[in-house]
């Protein structure tokens, strides 16, 4: 095993933090690792914002269905695609990946919280003041953990195959 798939290993979803800020050189470089994620043609259609002012935690939270735990989080990064671009949701959510996974590098636990299609979309992307040309892929509320769970992962042999697919 490798430091990088130690890094994936061990990521898990993360939604009560402890109330200890993230040095801004870390969430400049998680921005750094989301810019340089891979993206169809070079295109680059994102738009990556951090809301650290509490209110505004807290009415992003109040929005959504599954995402209440944003307020308490010492940063929510936010990822927005440009709607125009064909394929804006692959490229979002390879940043978004790339965010979790930079974040887990630091001991920085995070949840990725769906905004595409999302009821809550086009109201965060209002409340951020986000142009109209974007719409929101992803929140992640990020923050050191202060309650791990770790849920049960199917088995290697169920959700794999070779070649081609056979039911046994």
């Not at 200890?20 to 259609?45: H, K, S």
């Not at 590098?105 to 951020?128: F, M, N, T």
Request: proline share 5%; hydrophobic share 40%; net charge negative.
């Amino acid at each position: 095993m490798n430091l990088g798939t130690t890094i994936i290993k061990c990521r898990h979803s993360v939604r009560k933090f402890k109330d200890t800020n993230i040095d801004e050189w870390i969430i400049r470089d998680v921005l750094e690792c989301a810019r340089l994620a891979p993206t169809a043609m070079n295109i680059q259609p994102w738009l990556f914002g951090t809301i650290t002012d509490p209110g505004l935690k807290k009415k992003i939270a109040g929005l959504t269905d599954h995402g209440k735990f944003i307020a308490d989080a010492p940063v929510c990064f936010a990822v927005f695609g440009e709607k125009s671009a064909k394929y804006y949701l692959e490229d979002c959510c390879a940043a978004t990946e790339n965010m979790i996974l930079a974040l887990q590098s630091y001991g920085i636990g995070s949840c990725w919280v769906a905004g595409d299609k999302k009821d809550h979309a086009e109201p965060v992307r209002l409340l951020l003041n986000v142009p109209e040309a974007y719409t929101l892929v992803s929140l992640i509320p990020a923050g050191f953990a202060a309650d791990i769970t770790l849920p049960e992962k199917k088995d290697i042999g169920t959700v794999t195959f070779s070649d081609t697919y056979r039911a046994d």
